[in-house]
């Protein structure tokens, strides 16, 4: 095997992937969710520089075109765990998510299937766009766990009357309330959004790869 830059880089992401979700149990919110936010957006930064300096630097391996989509598939697949855990099971997200899973799972077990003819299956551009589309909804539904958070941790021991007149802009804001929840709206609308369109784009790239290995599935 040889190991280069962008191997390292890989290796690196599919090592961070298990920490987006385990680090709920080991840090209290809302620093948890920062610290699980950070982790996967630079996870997701390394995703594009591996594969661009394995190009750019003609140092395209074995060992990272086994490990890549390894990599991808294990943060997409735990952070997904930890928002449903996190939003409470909610249909807008345990929905999308389930589309997501199905796909993923099909799709790598068609590959297994089809071994030495899985060629057939390259990742298109569509799919790009799909795991793109996937890693902007988890970030950003990511930021709007760790904002909510935040104000369950300002509003701790507060009079829900007080906490409500801040809200309303009635009472001093000291601990920027009202632009947290403003925020944590807009992320949660912009994240589900796009975490809809990830599941469209992952169900219609997973019926794609299932046409395209038809031909093989014949008796």
Known sequence: MTWTFPNILTVARLVAAPFVLLIFVLLPRPLSDWVALLLFVGASVTDWFDGYLARAWKLQT?????????????????????????MGFSPLVVVPVALILLREVFVSGLREFLGDTAGTLKVTKLAKWKTTVQMLAISVLLAFGGLVSGIEANTAGMDSQVATAILDGEA?????????????????????????????????????????ARPYLKD
């Open 62 to 86: 074995k060992l990272g075109a086994m490990l890549d989509p390894i990599a991808d598939k294990a943060m997409v697949v735990i952070a997904l765990a930890a928002l449903v855990g996190l």
């Open 172 to 212: 001093a804001d000291h601990f920027g309330l009202r632009w947290k929840a403003a925020a944590a709206s807009v992320c949660f609308v912009t994240g589900i959004v796009l975490l809809w369109a990830a599941a469209a784009l992952t169900a219609i790239t997973g019926w794609d790869y299932f046409n395209k």
